[in-house]
């Protein structure tokens, strides 16, 4: 296994002490850091809850239904869980629109750094009201076995990510059942990750109890919200308020989750069967759910963001400075304005592998790698060996090809291969568009690396160090040639820019975490395995009435808020 926390900060250790400076923040950075959005970072017609009606009961459309609702499970991560989940499940921290932590005092009512030498130590607070739906209260034991579970040292938990809890030595009660106390291995400044959502120590007593109690069924929960009914052959879920919530009083008596096909979506708006679902980018679904009787489409920038991978082991572009010239070449700006048309979303490209535009520390890093240059382009051609001949270019004879792998059946990443291979045909740089199963995109193409370019949205959350940490890390050497990239599906890294990572996340003043980001993402952009071309929006459509719920972005929803205009 790569080293992650605890080995590789130790030798960071060394290299900080060696090089005798640390990072240097820079020009505009701090500004950067509280500057407003350059785009829409929430739309959820925020309302006090004074003026919510109470009552009532929504209708929430989903594309999927789940089989695994363990979130904590490798098959428990999507969009359908997480809708449900968050109005059920514990967390510790909740994000606001910039991303930014802030405690959830429903559950715990502190949550602090008690010591930082020998080890960073964190503890807890349980809000002493806090209990399971089954009677039985929140404790420390919660928290222990969820770290034992999500440690990655039992591999029979089949656990969605183990990074952020790797580096936890030892979680022990504290004064009270209700004190956590968590010591670290080493520093984690993104520690506020942890915990969320926290699932019951039954849960987590087994991998059997881990991988199969939440299968098709909801068994315990402490939220705003309790399971009414579960259906997973009719796919919905239906919840009703907890009478035993200690919380504030939700304002919707009800909420029922449906599924339905996404090409049914807005049919079933219009019938009365939904009051809220997200649309895709669709400018035809934009377009007609506008004429909806009732409808209000709510758009912020969402939590993903659309890219361009570069395969930094194929053979044409293992020379970074083909890699440069690819990006050089590709016009990000009309590459947004195509996918995004009809969308009425501002043309702001990402300029940031690490903070989205809507994030709290957000600075533009593109600088001349992310700008659109044919000309530097040709010049970087030119010095790796690729000279024109004719209208291609040619090294020892053969043309420089670019196999561009888009998965079928998804019309907008087909255009927007086609159009990246026009701009690229401009320097002499020819494309290979190869259509594969949709099924096979990721397993037996992008993972075994069989690829030179692609195009995907890769997510993002408010913990940007240990959310994009596997995608830029330097792979493993093991035995002749043989290197483990992990979910660096770009195969290329740098120790300098794993240095810059561990930096970042393991600094524990705040102030100094934007400007070191920053300073790994300028690493980033001159490796260029990753090209941002944009933040994804996200919008939500949802009954005119309806308040504090929407295009949520980075913020995550108050479920006991949610209602109807009084």
């Not at 820079?26 to 006090?48: F, M, R, T």
């Not at 239906?238 to 339905?260: C, I, Q, S």
């Not at 016009?331 to 304005?337: E, G, T």
């Not at 740089?429 to 259509?435: F, G, I, L, Q």
Request: aromatic content about 10%; glycine content about 8%.
């Amino acid at each position: 296994m790569r080293p992650r926390w605890p080995v590789a900060l130790a030798l960071l250790a060394a290299v900080w002490a060696a090089s005798a400076c640390g990072a240097q923040r820079g020009p505009g950075e701090q500004d950067g850091a509280l500057a407003p959005s350059p785009v829409k970072a929430y739309d959820i017609n925020p309302l006090p809850r004074d003026k919510v009606k109470d009552g009532g009961t929504l209708r929430w459309g989903l594309v999927d239904f789940p089989t695994q609702w363990n979130r904590n499970h490798v098959d428990g991560d999507g969009n359908a869980v997480e809708a449900v989940t968050d109005a059920l499940m514990p967390r510790t921290f909740r994000s606001d629109e910039r991303g930014r932590p802030s405690l959830d005092t429903d559950y715990v009512t502190n949550a602090r750094i008690t010591a930082t030498s020998p080890r960073q130590v964190v503890t807890y607070s349980i809000n002493p009201k806090a209990r399971w739906s089954d009677g039985k209260p929140i404790t420390w034991n919660d928290f222990a076995a969820q770290w034992k579970a999500m440690s990655g040292r039992d591999h029979d938990y089949r656990v969605d990510a183990a990074i952020a809890y790797e580096n936890i030595q030892s979680v022990a009660r504290g004064s009270s059942d209700r004190e956590v106390v968590v010591t670290l291995a080493q520093p984690f400044n993104e520690w506020q990750s942890l915990f969320t959502p926290l699932y019951p120590s039954v849960t987590n007593a087994t991998p059997a109890a881990f991988n199969s109690d939440w299968i098709n069924r909801i068994p315990v929960t402490a939220g705003p919200f309790r399971v009414e009914r579960l259906d997973a052959k009719g796919r919905t879920v239906t919840l009703a308020r907890d009478p035993g919530w200690w919380g504030n009083r939700p304002k919707l008596d009800r909420m029922e989750f449906r599924t339905v096909r996404p090409d049914q979506m807005v049919r079933a708006f219009t019938k009365g069967d939904v009051d809220v679902f997200e649309v895709g980018p669709s400018p035809d679904d934009y377009a007609r759910v506008r004429e909806a009787w009732d409808a209000v489409v709510r758009q912020a920038a969402g939590t993903q963001y659309r890219q361009f991978t570069m395969n930094g082991e194929s053979p044409v572009l293992s020379d970074v400075r083909v890699r440069q010239a690819v990006a050089a070449a590709l016009d990000r700006r009309a590459l947004m304005q195509a996918d995004l048309k009809g969308l009425g979303w501002p043309t702001v490209t990402l300029d940031n592998h690490f903070l989205m535009n809507s994030q709290y520390g957000y600075h533009a890093n593109a600088a001349e790698t992310g700008g659109y240059d044919p000309a530097l382009a040709g010049r970087l051609l030119d010095q790796a060996g690729w000279k024109m001949s004719g209208k291609a270019r040619t090294k020892n004879g053969k043309p420089l090809t670019l196999r561009f792998v888009v998965p079928d059946g998804i019309p907008p990443s087909l255009a927007e291969a086609q159009a990246a291979g026009r701009m690229l045909q401009r320097v002499g740089v020819r494309t290979e568009v190869r259509k594969v199963s949709f099924n096979d995109f990721f397993g037996k193409y992008l993972i075994p690396g069989d690829f030179d370019l692609t195009a995907f949205a890769y997510p993002s959350t408010p913990y940007p160090v240990s959310g994009a940490f596997d995608v830029y890390a330097d792979g493993e050497r093991g035995k002749g040639d043989d290197v483990e990239w992990y979910s660096n599906l770009g195969r290329s890294g740098s120790r300098q820019i794993d240095q810059a990572m561990y930096r970042a996340g393991s600094v524990l003043d705040p102030a100094k975490v934007p400007g070191l980001l920053n300073d790994a993402d300028r690493l980033v952009w001159k490796e260029v395995n990753v090209l941002p071309l944009y933040q994804c929006p996200q919008g939500v459509v949802v009954r005119s009435a309806l308040a504090n719920i929407g295009a949520g972005g980075f913020y995550d929803l108050r479920y006991e808020d949610i209602g109807y205009a009084s």
